[in-house]
C-alpha cells in the first residue's frame, strides 16, 4: 500500500477553522479548565474564532514576554519567537510559518489570531464540541518540533518559487497543494523531489526542464512552502494547473474536471 503524506493530516490541527452552524455556536472558552471567552477577547470571523495574542501567550506560555514592536505583535521566550503582524495572512513561529486566510486583526489595540494557530504553535491541542465549546489543553510548555525536512522545505521553496512568482499568495499556496496532492495519491510519486522530477508521462513541471528549478526561491515562496507543509491547502482536491494563455497543451483542460482559478493559474483535479 502506498504511503500517504501524512502533513496533510495536520491541517485540521494547524489552521482548519472551528466553523460551525451559526445557531449551533457555543460562547465558551476555556484553557486547562479556565474559562476565558471574555478574557481572550473571543470574536468569530468567517466562522474561525479568533482570541488575544496577550491572553493566549500568557496562558500558554507564561515565562515568554510579550510585546508590540515593528507592527506586530511579539511573544519571545527560551525557544519561543512567534510574531504576529496585522494584515499579515499567517504568524511565524521560529522557523515556521502558520497560514491565516482570514489574516491577523487588530482590534482596539488587541492583536487577535487564530485560536488553532497560535495553540498549535505554543504546542497545544485545541477541541470543540456543541456542549462545551472551544477547549484548550496546553502541552509541556514545549512547541511541538515541525512536521517537514529541510529537503522537503527546500524543493517545496523552490518549485513554488518557480511556478508563481508572480501570483498571489493563495497561488503560491495552491500550487503547493497540488505537489502534496499528487504525494498522497496512487498516481504519483510519495516525495515531493519524486513529484516535482517525476517523467513518468513526460516533463510534469516545466521549470525542471528550464533550469527555472534552480533558482533562488523569493522570501514569499518559502513563506508559502513552510505554510503547505505545515498543513495549508488551497484549490482543494486538484492535481494539475495551467496557464491556459501561456501554453498551447490544453490537454488538462480537456480531460480533467475544473476547480478554481487563481491568478493566471487554471486548477483541475
Known sequence: MKKRWSVGLLAAVLIVSLATPAQAAVNAMRVDGRDVWQ????????GTHYVSLRTMAGLLAPE???????????????????????????????????????????????????VRAVAAALGAEVDWSREKGVTVTSGNGRPKSRPY????????????????????????????????????????????????FDRKWGVQFQPTANGMIYKDPT???????????????????????????????HWIMENRTFVTTIGVHWFYQ
Open 149 to 196: 525536512r529541510d529537503d522537503e522545505l527546500y524543493w517545496m521553496s523552490k518549485i513554488i518559487s518557480a511556478e508563481s512568482q508572480g501570483e498571489p499568495l493563495e497561488g503560491k499556496l495552491a500550487v503547493g497543494t497540488v505537489v502534496l496532492n499528487r504525494v498522497a495519491s496512487r498516481e504519483f510519486p510519495n516525495t515531493i523531489y519524486g513529484v516535482i
Open 219 to 249: 522570501a514569499e515562496s518559502v513563506l508559502a512552502a513552510k505554510m503547505v507543509l505545515e498543513g495549508a491547502r488551497v484549490a482543494g482536491n486538484s492535481l494539475y494547473f495551467l496557464a491556459p494563455a501561456l501554453t498551447n497543451n
Open 39 to 46: 478574557e481572550a477577547k473571543t470574536e468569530r470571523i468567517n
Open 64 to 114: 515568554a514576554a510579550v510585546s508590540w514592536r515593528d507592527g506586530a505583535g511579539w511573544v519571545e521566550g527560551e525557544g519561543i519567537s512567534l510574531r504576529a503582524k496585522p494584515g499579515d495572512r499567517w504568524l511565524t513561529f521560529n522557523d515556521r510559518a502558520f497560514y491565516i486566510p482570514d489574516g491577523v486583526v487588530m482590534r482596539n489595540g488587541s492583536v487577535l489570531v487564530p
